[in-house]
């Protein structure tokens, strides 16, 4: 007879763990990438092909890098939250551009705006597999070194933004290099 419940009791025990990871907020994964150096990459531009976005071109000043595509439902609710912000001056932001069509990314940012320095053209997901992401849209804060310093899973909010995402700019910019 017990052995008759030993199946029962491990199906139970995957429901209970099935249940609580449905109820976490993907967000708040955690990144191992965090406190360590950017993934070394270099990509064609989007908008041009003869020229490169690097891992380099990120150094000396305080970044955001957001993953986006223009397949991404959620990349386009956070969109005007990163005109906003590029119209303000207070940080770069840089694109990378993932698994997406190189004329579906120009028609994009054609049609919603370009708030950012340039875009890397990741069609193969490469350089999003060497920064660990699994979904668009990601957001990254790197610091003047090239620390990664925040990972962001999601759609950027105005909430995440105000109170996650620019106090740290804030902070990492008064750190001298």
Known sequence: MTQKLIPLAIFLILIVFLGIGLTRDPSLVPSPLIDKQLPEFSLEQVKNMDKTLSSIDLLGQVSLLNVWASWCLACRSEHPLFMELAH???IDIYGLNYKDQREDALRWLDLYGDPYITSGHDDTGKIGIEYGVYGVPETFVIDKKGIIRYKHVGPVTDEILEKKILPLIERLKATPI
Do not use: P, T
């Open 88 to 90: 303000s001056g207070l």
